[in-house]
């Protein structure tokens, strides 16, 4: 998640891209002085942030009906006033499974993967455990592209519809699956230290970092309105 969070940042401007991360277990919280990545953790900012994005995605699509366009590829494209990606990351999904309001998160979540793409709002779930419960054929259904690291045997693999994971050398060797198309390849690792100093340098010296120092409310749930 490091590797894929930091190229996103050295990518996008706060313009182009702002990310909500669900951080169970307190691991990313190196990006929370980003003002254009929300960190939360608990139950209820959790849900605040789902509802958030649900509500995005409805005023995007008014939005784009009302325009008579397709899509955020085709509105950016038209208009000047450009829509940014909104990325949600789930850390450890299978910590949101066992909270008190799993159910609840896991259907707002499953409502964002299935309406947000055109929309531009997107979702990356992560974990380390494997299990039919977590693989369901919801998340399935919606989930298309896969990244899998490793797995403990042939059932883990079933599982999770990537064959071959049980075979791979660990240390960022993955297969990455879209459609039943495996693709094996080598993932990047990426020290502390130097996360520190891509968001230091990111946030000092990104002019759309300057501009929008104070602007993002953090968890603002109103439904976005555009002009």
């Not at 891209?17 to 929370?32: A, P, Q, S």
């Not at 699509?61 to 990606?85: C, Q």
């Not at 309001?101 to 929309?119: F, P, V």
């Not at 198309?181 to 993932?187: E, F, G, L, V």
């Amino acid at each position: 998640l490091d590797m894929i969070i930091n190229t996103l940042l050295l990518k996008n401007s706060p313009d182009d891209l702002l990310i909500n991360i669900v951080d169970k277990k307190g691991e990313l919280k190196v990006y929370r002085n980003l003002p254009n990545i929300s960190i939360v953790s608990e139950d209820t900012e959790i849900i605040q942030v789902l509802d958030y994005l649900i509500s995005e995605i409805e005023a995007r699509n008014e939005l784009f009906l009302k325009n008579d366009i397709r899509g955020v590829v085709d509105y950016n494209k038209a208009s000047k006033n450009k829509l940014p990606v909104q990325l949600l990351i789930i850390d450890e999904y299978a910590q949101i499974t066992i909270s008190e309001k799993a159910k609840e998160i896991q259907n707002k979540l499953l409502a964002i993967a299935s309406m947000g793409r055109s929309s531009g709002v997107c979702t990356i779930v992560a974990t380390q455990r494997i299990s039919a419960e977590l693989m369901s054929n919801s998340i399935q259904t919606n989930y298309l592209d896969k990244i899998g690291l490793t797995a403990g045997n042939i059932n883990d693999e079933r599982t999770l519809g990537i064959t071959g994971l049980s075979s791979l050398s660990g240390k960022g060797d993955l297969i990455y699956s879209r459609n039943g198309n495996n693709i094996r390849c080598q993932a990047q690792h990426i020290e502390t230290d130097n996360v520190l100093k891509i968001t230091k340098y990111i946030a000092s010296n990104n002019m759309s970092y300057e501009k929008k120092q104070g602007e993002i409310k953090k968890q603002e749930v109103t439904k976005v309105k555009y002009i």
